[in-house]
């Protein structure tokens, strides 16, 4: 029963999260479950489309990228062992293909969406991508205010850290100390606050907790 309760709450509020993303441009719905967004993914993104993934664990999580790679689909991204040049050959490939699929760090209740990245590839794609971008975003990212997302944006550098190796400040620190070191992964940040001009979005607001 207490379960059925958090799906329907989860209901409400992605409902009302999709308005203010309809709101300031972006297309978006809400789906209960991975499975769902999944679904969603593979029908919106054609199967001739080539598609950049840039640093998401929640578009691995809900297996979308093997979905897509046994489907045919294009895959640019820099993920696994590579060379720092392929790695950055890598990332102008996902910022150049038909669909950027991606996560964010943080969506606000009124649909502005934030993200912190250090190599910039990530914000550029999300405001420069040359084709669709397309996010899918957990419910555990939601967040009441810019504050309340930019704070939410930071937390999450910590498990990124780790899974990638880099020992920031935070991860010494246990907590954000705004860190100006060589470490940083906090270089730049992107409010989207409307859908940018010539830009074409899709955002998927997923009932279920997914990446950090
Ligand atoms: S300590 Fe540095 S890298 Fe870590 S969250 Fe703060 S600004 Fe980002």
Redesign the pocket.
């Known amino acids: 029963m207490e379960h059925e309760n958090v799906i329907k709450a989860n209901e409400i509020i992605g409902g009302d999260v999709v308005k203010a993303l309809n709101r300031r441009g972006f297309e978006a719905e809400y789906v209960p479950t991975g499975q769902d967004a999944l679904k969603r993914i593979l029908e919106i993104i054609p199967p001739d489309a080539s598609v950049g993934i840039p640093g998401t664990v929640t578009v691995r999580d809900i297996g979308a990228l093997d979905a897509l790679k046994e489907r045919g689909n294009i895959i640019y991204q820099h993920w696994g062992k590579m060379t720092p040049q392929e790695m950055r050959e890598a990332r102008f490939k996902e910022n150049e293909a038909d669909v950027f699929l991606t996560s964010a760090n943080a969506l606000t209740r009124d649909g502005e969406i934030i993200n912190i990245d250090g190599t910039g590839n990530r914000v550029a794609g999300m405001a420069w991508g040359r084709g669709l971008v397309l996010f899918v975003i957990g419910i555990n990212k939601l967040a009441f205010d810019l504050a309340d997302g930019l704070k939410r944006a930071?937390a999450a550098?910590i498990p990124n850290a780790v899974r990638q190796n880099v020992e920031?400040?935070?991860v010494k620190a246990g907590h954000?100390?705004?860190?100006l070191n060589d470490e940083?992964?906090?270089r730049a940040i992107l409010i989207l606050n409307q859908a940018v001009k010539g830009r074409k979005y899709h955002v998927i607001i997923i009932g279920e907790n997914f990446g950090y």
């Open positions: 930071k550098t920031t400040a935070c954000c100390v705004n860190c940083s992964m906090c």
